[in-house]
């Protein structure tokens, strides 16, 4: 039932902060002006660059070969031996995309399916549940990216359950992390959908203890930028009446945790602000507000989640997925590029 319910909510009251957020929208109305996405000068490189990147955030060496051409100096380090070739141990070309064989039917997913997941390769695995959709990779023993609505209807009084455990429902021949896993690891057992996000039942809410809504995230982006942009988003739920389409996902890899867990060096969030709380796909125009930020899973972040801002555009060149998929073709190119 929930499944649906982010789709066709009630009709809103106006919400008394109605003219903030039209002012809101108003600024990223004009931050879509196709000007400034043009003179991005690091519009086709991926989001690590306005920080700083390692090896361990590229798909593949040829990424990393262009970031190493893209600056004088090779102030992101990725050729230590000078010989010219960044990142070496890297793969020399990743893999396209899959072509998609499996089509969901939930609303979580209404906007497209990032990676393509399907049931077959547990590389690129899907996972539908009742509160989110997640893609999650047994080599990687994490989510990919999660995908959910986030509206009044999912909002409530329930209480934080904090009952992590194994995700029971993961196929023959995958691990499945446990929260021991993460005990003394150095990382926070990070929600990608979160807790918060899930209040109306206690059910709900447990859902998203599920290990495989968890992975590896420093304390610092956990309850820095990346709770600020949380409450943000629910801040726009709860006081300007929006309700949201979310995807975050992580990639890249900083280290691997004993148990063969990947810890991603990078995570990124894409939220859709609509201002019906009942909204359609075809409600998307190139105005739209979005939201992209991309931020290292690093010690030593900006507490501003604003900093880490980027296109969806360069998500998608950092991550290899075609993101808003289900939205039209123009639509969609217009979106992002936006910064
Ligand atoms: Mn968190
Ligand atoms: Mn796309």
């Known amino acids: 039932m929930h499944i649906l319910t982010g789709l066709r909510g009630r009709a809103g009251k106006?919400?008394?902060g109605q003219l903030v957020g039209l002012a809101i929208a108003?600024?990223?109305?004009?931050?879509?002006c196709t000007l400034l996405a043009e003179t991005d000068p690091n519009a086709g490189l991926p989001p690590c660059v306005d920080d700083a990147c390692n090896c361990g955030d590229f798909r593949d060496q040829a990424q990393a070969q262009q970031v190493l051409e893209a600056f004088w100096g090779d102030p992101h380090q990725l050729d230590r031996d000078g010989n010219g070739a960044a990142c070496e141990r890297l793969l020399a070309l990743a893999p396209p995309l899959e072509a998609e064989t499996y089509f969901s039917n939930s609303a979580h997913v209404a906007l497209g399916n990032p990676s393509r997941a399907a049931k077959v390769n547990p590389a690129n695995y899907l996972?539908?549940?009742?509160?989110y959709v997640l893609g999650y990779s047994r080599d990687r023993n994490t989510l990919l990216w999660a995908s959910w609505w986030l509206g009044p209807d999912w909002l409530g009084a329930s209480r934080r359950q904090d009952d992590f455990r194994p995700d029971g429902s993961?196929?023959?021949?995958?691990?499945?992390?446990?929260?021991?896993?993460?005990?003394?690891?150095?990382?926070?057992?990070?929600?990608?959908?979160?807790?918060?996000?899930r209040k109306l039942s206690d059910r709900d809410n447990s859902a998203t203890f599920l290990m495989t809504n968890v992975f590896p995230q420093t304390r610092e982006n956990n309850r820095g930028p990346w709770r600020e942009l949380e409450e943000y988003c629910r801040d726009?739920?709860?006081?300007?009446?929006?309700?949201?389409?979310?995807?975050?996902g992580i990639y890249g890899q900083r280290e691997t945790l004993p148990n063969g867990i990947t810890v991603p060096s990078r995570i990124w969030?894409?939220?859709?602000?609509f201002d019906r709380l009942d909204p359609a796909v075809a409600d998307i125009?190139?105005?739209?507000?979005?939201i992209a930020v991309d931020m290292p899973n690093s010690r030593q972040l900006d507490d501003r989640w604003q900093t880490y801002l980027t296109s969806i555009d360069r998500i998608e060149l950092a991550t290899g997925y075609d993101l808003l998929s289900a939205v039209p073709e123009s639509v969609q190119a217009e979106l992002e590029a936006r910064h």
């Open 14 to 16: 106006k919400a008394s």
């Open 26 to 32: 108003a600024g990223w109305a004009l931050a879509s």
């Open 127 to 131: 996972i539908e549940k009742e509160q």
């Open 170 to 197: 993961l196929p023959a021949g995958f691990y499945q992390a446990t929260p021991n896993d993460y005990t003394g690891s150095g990382y926070d057992r990070g929600h990608m959908v979160p807790s918060a996000d």
């Open 236 to 248: 726009l739920v709860y006081q300007q009446g929006k309700s949201l389409y979310v995807i975050g």
């Open 269 to 273: 969030k894409v939220i859709v602000v």
């Open 285 to 290: 125009t190139p105005r739209t507000a979005t």
